[in-house]
């Protein structure tokens, strides 16, 4: 009872002390994101394209790609001033390619008020989770490697019924049915393969793209000598080579990363299997031939765009990417992101231009960033970059490459039409 | 001349439960010393911390001239003090033999060691004839046979017993018993834990009583036998 | 071993009984006894002015250090601590009115305190020399804080330290091994050993004689300033000013277990125990009003998410020590089942919707059905088969639901694809997807899902408390004690086991059934044994053992530690992981009982401790071994 | 069906891998009750201990030469992380509740695995290791691999070698003694401290054997190699019958032949025509177990013992 005035003063005390941390914490936002000068007033306005992608574990190299991707082209951007009065910076997340924390890291990248818009993610199965998130938010969201075409078709896309679910969702890398129906055209028309046997890893780009093949192949008259799936991070596939010896097959058509098909090709012609593995982008990659070795020889794979090294502007992308000593694997989805990184630097100023040079508030700029995204028209480093209506890429260029002496070599470049 | 084992003020604690309370006895050499009581008395305690099992929180255990609280139980073992377990503790997938060379782990004269399996198998006959079967196929009292052949093959100075008729037929109990009689008659210093007070008594040199981590009452064996208040206790006459 | 009834609830016995010598009171510092206080006030004080001042002269470090006249970023950390370091020690020295805040009058809160803003301090100075390369770029102000907060701390350690007991001069070492014959090594480790300070068992006043709107009051502030302190910390928005409030954070905590103020407070909500929970609740639900932010808000349901199927693997693990590898499986049950019957179009049922209640109580259903599926056959076998059974179960779960798309199997799951689109729930017609005005509050989404999930949080809690509490709560406790003793007390082993899987199961399925829905998708990939971020059944098992076993609020610590260390932590990247892995060796070898023990844990845990385990250990550990194996 | 021998023979090839490393389980688990986690990292970091001596070596030298260097250096790696785990992370432990080892074992494995893959350089991709060579032997309509041929020559040299010390030696029955009933061991005058020590090192070293004869098979290794191929071996080392290492081997074998007969011929059973391939194959390994489990609860060659305690 003695103590009740005290202990009153306490409690006034602590809340008053409590009260000026939160003080304190709000105006230390301020700063910290005012750091090159006050936003919105002045001449020069720092803006963040957010980044979505496994950037630890076991798809880092490739996410890592996604990065510093992005990077070099918000690089490029700032020191070309490509917008006028704008500061372009990078906020990369880590989703770890789990669902659940992309989604934490969409619903981080929207309630950062300096984030105009994303590029990413890496895995289809966490671009589920995140494309509501942004849709619901406003907020621009390209990928530079999901390829499943539910993303942006709709579930009975393969009946021809699309219906775009996200106006948000945008992607720079084209969709498994372009790929897949491509590849079985050229095994089947250019090679000659007519018993093919289909593996996949299971996981949601392996097992599109090898489904799109199967179908495709066998609609030319091919035969389908087989098919199984095996299970990423598995290393033995002595059991299915012995299988796909038996079925007598003159291809093996890979869904899946490189991670698994360079064992599986290794395995192959151990066992006397001479036929030629072929997969699509997820093992267009040095690293498939560097550790597949000699076994690599012959295989192929196909890959969007036309040929990276072709373009001046691609060469100038490698080198930047070579001389920071960025880590990670630019080869298969660098320059994408790179190429959705800058149509997202060029959609603010058109968005800029058309409100007199200045951009608008924040909720009103990432609406109207939508609309100049979609309409998007420019020449990037891996070829066209502009959006059909369901926010495909239109650049429907592809490419199959073959290992000779020891390095990719475009055989074939041409455009896929279903 | 000092005793052969010298316990001094041993206190013994389960975390903060204290088990054994402070206790101090001696066994000279030659002598056959029992620790009786009931359950929960702390006897087995003790055992387990003069061969190092436990270790005590307090005290001061000397055998043979040496301080033992430092020393790890297989180091224990080595200066000559063996210890046979309470519930026989026999490798029961191992073979009788190699049971008793495992109680010879530490000798390395290898005919030494072939005289005394012998005579262990002299000693308990039933053991010789099953030589090579799993250890865990014996009964009750051969077990305990084997586990006290076995803590012999070590040569002690000192031999620990714990709880020997435990669960055992009285014609076991009885050839237990006599064992124990003849390995004092050739000279073995014994330190026998039992609850049959009676057949513990019978033979011991001295005997403590203990009860609740103490020790209650001290003497030859034959005084507590005659003991009032140790006959209505732990002999059950009233 | 056999004689001593070892799981005997521990009366706190009176010091002396184990140790010869009594506790002392014994500074580090020798400082006569006037001179440390002033010392002590001096340093508070002059740390306080030095938080209005400017420590840096660029703007540079984050938070802007260079202003003079009112405090910002890390000097507000600073602020706090000095502030409270100086009540505290008021109290300690018996100020009138300030006393209660030290209600054992130990002067150790003093020093933790001092420890806390000297170390929140220092790590400030030391961070903006080492950013911005070099002591040049500090300013008076931060000579300033450093020196105050230094003597600060020098005067707690001239204080009389309430500390262990000396050792017996001729105390054996026996865990130091082969070192315990080393003479510096001795040394050093007795000295640590004296060093360690002792205030659990000081005496304090009993709060129950306080009156009683004092003692809803204190629940009341406790709650509010909880939620404070935790919003704060979320909303530190660069790495240095985590730290900063972690370093704080922990060392004030840590002063107030030392003045007893936890124990008098785990005593008044223990008299108070439905207002205690109330007040735990509304804190809960104030969460998404405080802190109103979507991002924390998703945050927050994760955390409730994972947190409830942790509950669930409690009642598995803690309670009845069965020993589950596969738990994660469980959710994934829910979760699947949930989306199944959730209306969405990549569902095989894609025209049922079933209500919220109902997809609820289905998916719990289906986590039973595999609960009892899995247990009955295993749950006769030995723990440690249970352990590579229930790992095999998550891998089948994983590979299967990953299969079953029609093509490598049963069109069920959708394969790799999994179930996405799935619509946002709607409880008495509120749209959960859809945010909604209270005031001048917007709730969006993740907040309406967040309070949803608080609710099955609240139920989940209920359901652990009412069955740990009640007859076969006490069953799962015998079993993991003693299977065998026991069996022979008539409890039938095998139920009683069973009972356990089946209940932490569809606990878990019930978590899985929001889960689903939060994510709009369900897809195969999390729900395996180990991986970079919860969920995951290791990361659940961590979460269980890191926030302590067979306890309510540990799990759920736990898991609240699992998602926001590493959110705000972010600058450890790739070494994440690896630092995880060490956190995880770290605690499990000094603090195995967990963050918030239990009672009877821990005696468990430390028993061996007093019997010095070195030689002692092996024997106990396969005792152990059988009491939480068979 | 002429390819079931060349798919025995797969099994067989996989199944001496799986069997290699079950060792170091079961032979710690039968001293200790410890299920170590981290043992398939034990494996991993043996592979990369010895490609790390490959790589000092001079370019172009031959395989065969190098070998015995590479399992030395293997072994070294591998037999001291085993031995340091023992040493600083299990035995404070001992005396611990099961669990407390355990989620020690769980961060242990996930803070080698992360080590190699943040500091190995160029270890965030698959490795490149040498092999014996590609090209196969015919043994009738068998083709087997000279990898394979050292894998299944390492395994049996193990196996014998391990059978013969642990029958023979003084170590071997100290070693029994104290998996059997540790406290009675150390009243034999047993250093059972000094034989779990033993027991480690021992699984460590064919685990590094188990690691090189993987990156000779695959030409690869990398950081995360340990998880799948450890959590086989568990299953292999219940499935023979933990604590046995007889048992481990044939758990090995049979849990092999087991996932190549499934990825070739369960498809082949009307009606499970989708229910079988490599894709399945972990599930049927897994069902393998259970369902062996179930009928023999102490695994193919455990002996059933009362629980201690």
Redesign the interface.
């Known amino acids: 009872m003695r103590h009740r005035s005290l202990l009153l003063l306490t409690t006034v005390l602590t809340t008053g002390a409590l009260t000026l941390t939160a003080c304190g914490s709000r105006s230390d936002d301020g700063k910290k994101s005012g750091d090159d000068g006050s936003s919105g007033t002045g001449s020069n306005i720092t803006l963040t394209i957010g980044v979505d992608a496994p950037l630890t574990g076991q798809n880092s190299a490739t996410g890592l790609g996604l990065q510093y991707g992005t990077q070099i082209a918000v690089d490029d951007a700032n020191s070309k001033k490509l917008v006028p009065g704008v500061t372009f910076k990078v906020k990369a997340l880590d989703d770890k390619a789990l669902p659940a924390t992309g989604q934490q890291n969409a619903t981080a990248l929207v309630q950062d008020s300096n984030v105009i818009a994303t590029v990413g993610p890496l895995n289809s199965g966490v671009a589920e989770s995140m494309q509501q998130v942004f849709a619901t938010a406003n907020m621009v969201e390209i990928s530079p490697a999901n390829t499943n075409p539910d993303l942006t078709q709709g579930k009975d896309w393969a009946s021809g019924k699309k219906v775009r679910p996200f106006k948000t969702y945008f992607r720079t890398a084209t969709t498994d049915a372009n790929q897949g129906g491509f590849a079985a055209d050229y095994a089947y028309n250019t090679l000659k393969k007519k018993n093919v046997f289909v593996v996949d890893d299971k996981q949601a780009y392996g097992a599109g793209l090898a489904a799109i093949f199967k179908g495709k192949f066998a609609s030319l008259g091919g035969k389908i000598a087989g098919t199984d799936h095996v299970n990423t991070g598995d290393t033995d596939y002595s059991a299915l080579v012995t299988k796909i010896k038996q079925s007598h097959a003159d291809m093996l058509y890979y869904g899946g990363q490189y991670d698994e098909s360079e064992l599986i090709t290794k395995q192959l012609k151990a066992g006397g299997v001479n036929i030629p593995l072929m997969g699509g982008d997820g093992m267009y990659s040095d690293t498939y031939i560097k550790t597949a070795g000699k076994a690599a020889t012959g295989d192929l794979a196909t890959s969007v765009g036309v040929p990276v090294s072709t373009l001046p502007a691609a060469q100038n992308f490698i080198k930047a990417y070579k001389a920071k000593g960025y880590p990670g694997d630019y080869g298969t989805y660098g320059g994408y992101s790179y190429d959705a990184a800058t149509a997202i630097i060029n959609a603010v100023k058109t968005v800029m231009d058309a409100n007199g040079g200045k951009l608008p508030a924040m909720n009103d700029a990432r609406a109207k960033l939508v609309d100049a995204v979609q309409k998007t028209d420019f020449d990037g480093i891996a070829g066209h970059v502009s959006f059909d209506q369901y926010g495909d890429t239109t650049n429907k260029q592809l490419t199959v490459y073959q290992v000779k002496n020891g390095a990719w070599t475009a055989v074939k470049s041409g455009v896929y039409s279903g | 001349m000092t005793a052969l084992l010298e316990v001094e003020d041993l206190r013994v604690?389960?975390?903060?439960?204290?088990?054994v309370k402070g206790i101090s006895f001696s066994v000279e050499a030659g002598q056959v010393v029992t620790l009786i009581g009931t359950?929960?008395?702390?006897k087995?305690?003790t055992l387990r911390t003069l061969?190092?099992?436990?270790?005590p929180?307090?005290g001061r255990v000397t055998f043979d001239g040496k301080v033992l609280?430092?020393i790890?139980?297989?180091?224990i073992?080595?200066l000559g003090l063996?210890?046979s377990?309470?519930g026989r503790?026999?490798?029961?997938?191992?073979t009788i033999e190699?049971n008793l060379?495992?109680?010879a782990?530490?000798r390395r004269d290898s005919a030494g060691i072939t005289r005394d399996v012998e005579r262990a198998y002299e000693l308990f006959p039933i053991l010789g004839e099953r030589r090579k079967q799993a250890a865990g196929t014996l009964s009750g009292g051969e077990q305990q046979m084997l586990a006290m052949g076995?803590?012999l093959m070590?040569q002690p100075k000192l031999l620990m017993l714990d709880e020997p008729s435990m669960g055992l037929s009285p014609i076991m109990m009885q050839k237990i018993m006599s064992t124990i009689v003849e390995l004092r008659s050739q000279g073995t210093t014994i330190l026998l834990v039992e609850q049959n007070a009676q057949a513990a008594l019978s033979l011991a040199d001295h005997a403590h009583v203990m009860e609740i981590g103490t020790i209650k009452l001290s003497g030859t064996g034959q005084d507590l036998l005659h003991d009032e208040g140790v006959r209505k206790t732990y002999l059950g006459e009233d | 071993?056999?004689?001593?009834?070892?799981t005997e609830p521990?009366q706190p016995?009176p010091l002396g009984?184990?140790h010869?010598d009594a506790a002392r009171s014994d500074s580090f510092v020798t400082l006569p006894p006037g001179v440390a206080r002033i010392a002590t006030l001096v340093g508070v004080a002059g740390t306080i002015v030095s938080t209005f001042m400017s420590w840096t002269y660029t703007s540079a470090f984050p938070g802007d250090l260079t202003v003079n006249g009112y405090p910002g970023g890390l000097q507000v950390l600073t602020l706090i601590g000095a502030i409270l370091t100086g009540l505290v020690a008021l109290g300690a020295f018996g100020v009138k009115g300030l006393t209660w805040l030290v209600p054992n009058r130990s002067p150790n809160a003093v020093l933790l305190l001092a420890a806390g803003t000297f170390a929140t301090t220092w790590y400030a100075v030391i961070a903006i020399a080492q950013e911005l390369g070099g002591l040049a770029n500090l300013n008076p102000g931060g000579f300033v804080a450093a020196v105050a907060s230094l003597v600060l701390l020098v005067g707690t350690l001239g204080l009389p330290i309430d500390r262990q007991p000396l050792d017996?001069s001729g105390a054996?070492y026996?865990e130091l091994g082969r070192l315990?014959e080393n003479g510096p090594a001795r040394g050093t480790y007795r000295w640590l050993r004296q060093a360690r300070l002792n205030h659990g068992e000081l005496p304090v006043p009993d709060p129950a004689r306080a009156p009683a709107w004092v003692q809803y009051l204190t629940i009341v502030v406790v709650a509010a300033a909880g939620v404070k302190v935790l919003t704060y910390g979320l909303a530190t928005g660069y790495t240095e000013l985590f730290i900063g409030y972690l370093i704080l954070v922990v060392f004030t905590l840590w002063a107030f277990i030392a003045a007893g103020l936890t124990r008098q407070f785990s005593k008044i909500t223990a008299d108070h125990r439905p207002f205690a929970a109330l007040m735990g609740v509304v804190a809960a639900v104030a969460y998404p009003f405080v802190q109103n932010n979507e991002h924390w808000a998703n945050l927050g349901v994760n955390i409730l998410i994972f947190g409830t199927v942790a509950l669930g693997l409690n009642i598995v693990v803690g309670l009845t020590g069965l020993l589950d590898l596969g738990y994660v499986a469980f959710l994934g049950v829910g979760a699947y089942a949930a989306a199944l019957v959730s209306g969405s179009q990549y569902s095989i049922w894609s025209g049922v919707e079933f209500p919220f209640w109902a997809a609820a109580l289905t998916g719990m259903a289906a986590s039973l059905v595999f609960g009892v599926l899995i247990g009955a056959p295993t749950l006769r076998l030995r723990g440690d088969y249970l352990a590579i059974v229930t790992l095999g179960f998550g891998e089948i779960f994983r590979i299967a639901v990953n299969n079953l798309d029609g093509v490598s199997g049963p069109k069920v799951t959708n394969g790799p694809n999994g179930i996405s689109q799935i619509p946002d729930l709607s409880v008495f017609g509120y749209n959960l997807g859809d945010p909604h005005q209270f005031g001048s509050i917007t709730l969006g989404r993740f907040a309406n899902y967040y309070l949803l999930m608080l609710v099955i949080t609240v139920i989940v809690v209920l359901v652990f408390t009412r069955a740990s509490d009640s007859r076969i709560g006490r069953s799962w406790i015998a079993i993991r004690e003693d299977e065998t003793a026991a069996t022979a007390m008539g409890i039938n082993g095998f139920r009683v086991k069973l009972i356990a899987f089946a209940l932490g199961a569809s606990l878990a399925g019930l978590a899985g059934t929001v889960s689903a829905h939060v994510t709009y998708s369900v897809v195969p990939n999390p729900y395996q044994f180990s991986g970079a971020a919860p969920p995951n059944s290791a990361f659940l098992l961590a979460a269980v053992v890191l926030g302590g076993m067979g306890t309510v609020s540990g799990p759920v610590l736990g898991a609240a530690l699992l998602y926001i260390v590493p959110e705000k932590l972010g600058f450890l990247q790739r070494y994440e992981l690896f630092a995880f892995g060490v956190t995880l060796i770290l605690i499990m070898r000094f603090r195995p009982e967990g963050i918030i023990p239990n009672r009877r844990r821990k005696?468990e845990f430390?028993?061996?401790?007093?019997?010095?385990p070195?030689?002692?250990a092996l024997?106990d550990g396969t005792a152990a071994l059988g009491k939480a194996g068979a | 069906m002429h390819t079931l021998p060349q798919q025995l023979a797969n099994g067989l090839f996989l199944g001496s891998m799986y069997g290699l490393i079950a060792i170091g389980y079961t032979m710690v688990y039968g001293i200790v009750q410890l299920i170590n986690f981290a043992h398939g990292e034990i494996f991993m970091t043996g592979a990369f201990g010895a490609l790390t001596v490959w790589n000092c070596l001079p370019d172009g030298m031959n395989i065969w030469a190098a070998l015995p260097l590479m399992l030395i250096g293997g072994a070294i790696v591998s037999v001291l992380i085993a031995v340091g785990a023992e040493r600083f992370a299990y035995r404070p432990l001992r005396g611990a509740p099961r669990l407390a080892p355990l989620i020690t074992a769980i961060g242990l494995s996930l803070a080698l695995q992360q080590a190699i893959f943040v500091w190995y350089p160029g270890a965030d991709n698959a490795k490149d290791f040498p092999q014996l060579g590609t090209h196969p032997y015919h043994l009738g309509s068998i083709a087997i691999q000279r990898n394979d041929i050292f894998l299944v020559a390492a395994a049996v040299v193990c196996m014998v070698g391990l059978a013969a010390f642990v029958r023979t030696s003084?170590t071997g029955?100290?070693m029994?003694?104290t998996a059997?009933?540790p406290?009675?061991?150390?009243?034999?005058?047993?250093?059972?401290?000094r034989i779990i020590v033993i027991a480690f090192a021992i699984g460590g070293l064919f685990a590094a054997v188990a690691g090189v004869a993987f990156g000779l098979k695959y030409g690869q290794i990398t950081y995360n190699m340990g998880f799948q191929a450890g959590l086989k071996a568990f299953t292999a080392a219940v499935l023979g019958g933990i604590g046995n290492i007889y048992g481990a081997m044939l758990g090995g074998l049979v849990l092999g032949i087991a996932e190549a007969c499934a990825t070739a011929y369960i498809a082949n059973i009307p009606g499970m025509h989708q229910l079988g391939g490599q894709g399945w194959a972990n599930v049927w390994a897994f069902v393998l177990l259970i369902v062996v489990l179930l009928v023999r609860p102490q695994g193919l060659l455990g002996?059933r013992?009362a629980d201690r305690a």
């Not at chain 2, 061969?51 to 270790?55: A, D, P, Y």
């Not at chain 2, 790890?72 to 180091?75: A, I, L, N, Q, S």
């Not at chain 2, 503790?89 to 191992?94: A, C, N």
């Not at chain 4, 406290?183 to 401290?193: E, F, K, S, W, Y």
């Open positions: 604690a389960y975390g903060k439960i204290e088990a359950n929960g008395a702390g087995t305690t061969s190092g099992l436990l270790k929180i307090g609280s430092r790890p139980p297989h180091k073992v080595s063996a210890h377990p309470e503790h026999i490798f029961p997938r191992l190699q060379l495992l109680g782990f530490l076995r803590a070590s | 071993m056999t004689d001593i009834p070892l521990l016995t009984t184990t010869p017996p054996e026996y315990s005696l430390h028993q061996d401790e007093a019997l010095l070195a030689q002692q024997g | 003084r029955r100290a029994q003694a059997q009933d406290d009675t061991a150390q009243l034999m005058g047993i250093d059972t401290n002996e013992v």
